[in-house]
Each structure stands twice: as structure tokens, then as C-alpha cells.
């Protein structure tokens, strides 16, 4: 049977009972494929799963005071159906109050100069949002392992940087990127995305698969070209393009075993980030 709790007491009541290790998936509902594979490899490899939905609006721009946050997706009925399909355990889904009694936190977890570059750089205070949240849901429900999508490629980096220097006594388990059919990645933003503006949209993809055979050929990446494809993409506005370090997330000039391609687009007033992992003769 599948818990639903909405308040911090009754998520340690749950906990409190669930035998063996814990595998906690932190995410922020309507609920997708790429959610569905972190779930399924928490369950696989321990015994017990929380799934945490919140839409946490510390990592929204002005904390929340915003027409992202007010139009984020929410469907917990759907998500809870979902969840419950996929033998969860625990589904923690506390209103903001819970989370944040008496208001903002006067106490963050702060993601540094890992958290200023790329997102950061267009959404300030984004990552330490981030931080914040997944520290007290590290705290709350004190899994074994907990899981990220490598889709958000620089939140997964702050992650496994937060967890060593702050000594969480968690392993970080990255999960691959889930596309759909056409290669667009798995997002819950994608429902805001019109069928027209999803098919432009996929110019992202696209122009990140280049780069990856290239890559994979041993031809110079030419990221300038790509950075024009997206810039001059019909309805695409380009944020960023940049090939980087995954674990330190600077930008690199050669590309090494394990270097990523990241990028950032607005299509139909929709924000979508996607990346690639660059391997040279694979
Ligand atoms: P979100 O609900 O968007 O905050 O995402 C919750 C978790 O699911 C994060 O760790 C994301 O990186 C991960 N995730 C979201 N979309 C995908 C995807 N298409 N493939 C793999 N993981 C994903």
C-alpha cells in the first residue's frame, strides 16, 4: 500500500515503519516517463521508496512570486495514481507551509559559484533553491540512495558537490535522460508546449546529436555554428550553449572522456534545457 502524506508528521510515521534501505526520488509532480525510470531504479535497488512532489518555490524566480511557479503543472491525484502503480512506498507531498512554517528560511544551503554559471546565470537564486530543499528532504526522510536525472545536469553536479562537502550520508545515483519518440526530452513543462512549438523545439535535440557525432567522429565541434542554428531557429530563442565539465560545470576547450554538451532555449515562452555527453570515437 502506498502512503500519502502531506505534513512532516505524518512522513516520519511512514518512514518510521519502512523496512531496509531507503531510496528517495525528490521531484516536483506531473509526473512523466523520465520520473517514472528515476522510480523504477530506486526500486530496484532498495527495499523501500519515498517519491517527494513539491513544487518548491525557493528555486523559482522571486522566490515563487511568479507566473512559472502559479502555471507550474500540478495533477497530485494523477501523480499519486502513478506512484501507487509503481509500488512506492511513500509519497511526501506537504503544502508550502509544511515545508516552510512561519515563511522563508532564514537558513540556506547555498550552491556557490557551481550554482551562478549556465541556469544560474538566468535564473539567480535558483540553485540555492535547489539546495535548500533537497537538504531538508535528505533530512526528512534520510534515504540510502536518492536519485537525479541527468537532464538537469548542473543540478545533479550541485548535488553531488552539496552531499560531499556537507558529508550527507546519501549515495547520489544519476539516472540517463528519457526522450521521447521525436527526441525531445522528457519535461513536465512540455505540456505548456502548443504541437507547433514542440516540433520547433526540436531543433535542441537535434543540434546536441550533432554535436555528440561529431564528437564521436573526431571533427572539430564548430559551436559557434551550433549556437547559430538555435539563435536562428524559427520561434527559438537561445540562452546558452556550452560544452563543460560535468563534475565542475566550467567550460572546457578539448573534449575530454567525459565533457557535456548543455544548452538552454525558450520556445512558446517556455524555458527547456537538454545536454549530451560527448565521447570522442565512441
Ligand atoms: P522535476 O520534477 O522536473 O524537478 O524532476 C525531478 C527529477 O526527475 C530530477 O532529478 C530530474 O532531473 C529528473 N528528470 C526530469 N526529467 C527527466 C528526463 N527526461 N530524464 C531523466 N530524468 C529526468
Not at 8 to 19: E, K
Not at 116 to 140: C, I, M
Not at 153 to 164: E, K, N, P, Y
Not at 198 to 216: S, Y
Request: charged share 20%; aromatic share 4%.
Amino acid at each position: 500500500m502506498t502512503v500519502l502524506a502531506r505534513s512532516v508528521a505524518q512522513l516520519r510515521s511512514a518512514i518510521a515503519d519502512l523496512p531496509g534501505s531507503v531510496g528517495l526520488v525528490p521531484t516536483m509532480g506531473a509526473l512523466h516517463e523520465g520520473h517514472a525510470r528515476l522510480v523504477s531504479l530506486a526500486a530496484q535497488e532498495n527495499t523501500s521508496v519515498v517519491v517527494s512532489v513539491f513544487v518548491n518555490p525557493l528555486q523559482f524566480t522571486d522566490l515563487g512570486d511568479c507566473d512559472d511557479f502559479r502555471n507550474y503543472p500540478r495533477d497530485l491525484d494523477a501523480d499519486f495514481a502513478l506512484l501507487e502503480n509503481l509500488g512506492v512506498d511513500v509519497v511526501f507531498a506537504p503544502t508550502t507551509d509544511e515545508m516552510y512554517p512561519g515563511g522563508l528560511p532564514q537558513v540556506w544551503v547555498r550552491s556557490g559559484e557551481m550554482g551562478e554559471r549556465l541556469e544560474g546565470a538566468s535564473r539567480p537564486g535558483h540553485f540555492d533553491g535547489v539546495t535548500t530543499v533537497v537538504a531538508k528532504l535528505f533530512q526528512l526522510t534520510q534515504p540510502d540512495r536518492a536519485y537525479f536525472g541527468e537532464k538537469d545536469a548542473q543540478q545533479l553536479a550541485i548535488i553531488q558537490r552539496m552531499v560531499a562537502d556537507l558529508n550527507f550520508p546519501v549515495a547520489v545515483r544519476p539516472v540517463p535522460i528519457i526522450r521521447g519518440e521525436d527526441g525531445l526530452a522528457e519535461s513536465s513543462r512540455n505540456q505548456h508546449l502548443s504541437a507547433e512549438a514542440r516540433e520547433q523545439a526540436l531543433v535542441l535535440p537535434h543540434v546536441l546529436a550533432e554535436l555528440q557525432e561529431r564528437a564521436a567522429a573526431g571533427v572539430p565541434l564548430d559551436i559557434k555554428g551550433a549556437r547559430r542554428m538555435l539563435r536562428t531557429a524559427e520561434g527559438v530563442e537561445l540562452d546558452h550553449l556550452e560544452v563543460i565539465d560535468p563534475a565542475t560545470l566550467l567550460p572546457v576547450e578539448e573534449v575530454g572522456e567525459g565533457a557535456l554538451a548543455v544548452a538552454a532555449i525558450h520556445v512558446g515562452g517556455t524555458r527547456l534545457i537538454d545536454n549530451v555527453r560527448l565521447v570522442p570515437g565512441a
